[in-house]
């Protein structure tokens, strides 16, 4: 089985501090992704990576960053927590898209999730 | 851009009874399908997943989904409810963009089955 596991599953911080969230995955999957889930907005995409030390932009990335220096570990990174980024942050992998296959779009697998808190 | 909808918070069901949770999406060119369940303090379970083929999918724990191009429906499916069905439930959808390693997910239907 896939596993994928995230460092804290709480964490509280205060504005300001920088903050590190990490995940890794044991599948030597390409891809992994980073989202924040919200009551009744859903997940949203801050981050993700197709390999190592490549990055993408996702929907909501302001006010964070990645790190991604080895294929199985993805670090999500608040330089300047603020309150509006407490949440639940939720690592993915999977395998990589592979357009030569249709049938190969493969699913996301995810971590525990950290819930954030910043006071 | 790709968009999910999930036009109900809520659902509730007897226990016994079939349940269907809703989903619409929109997306340029083909569209992969995917729903998720979510049990309270865990993270995301991929149920089932439609990207060709047969219309009507079948998944993990007794659920299936049936995708509708016509009305651009992928709607979550099971015959009989359990309590232990009660979670958030999620429909995603593949984006375009980013290589098409990117799903947009809908807001989440909370399901609740009681006895």
């Known amino acids: 089985d896939v596993k994928v596991t995230q460092s804290s599953r709480y964490l509280v911080k205060r504005t300001g501090e920088k903050v590190f969230l990490e995940c890794v995955q044991d599948?030597?999957?390409?891809?992994m992704f980073w989202y924040r889930q919200d009551p009744g907005l859903g997940l949203r995409l801050i981050y993700f990576?197709?390999?190592?030390?490549?990055?993408e932009k996702g929907d909501i990335p302001e006010g964070y960053s990645v790190s991604r220096e080895k294929k199985e570990r993805f670090s999500l990174i608040l330089e300047s927590a603020s309150t509006n980024q407490t949440s639940m942050y939720l690592c993915?992998?999977?395998?990589?898209?592979?357009?030569?296959?249709?049938?190969?779009?493969?699913?996301?697998?995810f971590g525990p999730g950290t819930r954030l808190t910043v006071l | 851009a790709q968009s999910v909808a999930q036009p109900e918070d809520q659902v509730n069901v007897a226990e016994g009874n079939p349940l269907t949770v809703k989903c619409t999406y929109s997306?340029?060119?083909?569209?992969?399908l995917f729903w998720y369940v979510q049990y309270p303090n865990r993270g995301l379970q991929f149920l089932l997943k439609?990207?060709?083929?047969?219309?009507l999918v079948k998944g993990s724990y007794g659920f299936e989904a049936e995708f509708n191009k016509s009305q651009t429906s992928f709607h979550l499916k099971k015959p009989s409810a359990l309590v232990s069905d009660s979670a958030l439930y999620f429909c995603?959808?593949?984006?375009?963009?980013?290589?098409?390693?990117?799903?947009?997910f809908g807001t989440g239907t909370q399901l609740k089955v009681e006895l």
């Open positions: 993915a992998s999977s395998m990589p898209f592979v357009r030569t296959s249709v049938n190969s779009y493969n699913e996301q697998f």
């Open positions: 599948m030597d999957h390409e891809n």
């Open positions: 990576s197709y390999d190592v030390k490549m990055k």
């Open positions: 997306v340029s060119g083909n569209p992969y």
């Open positions: 439609y990207i060709t083929g047969d219309n």
């Open positions: 995603a959808v593949r984006g375009l963009t980013g290589g098409g390693n990117k799903l947009t």
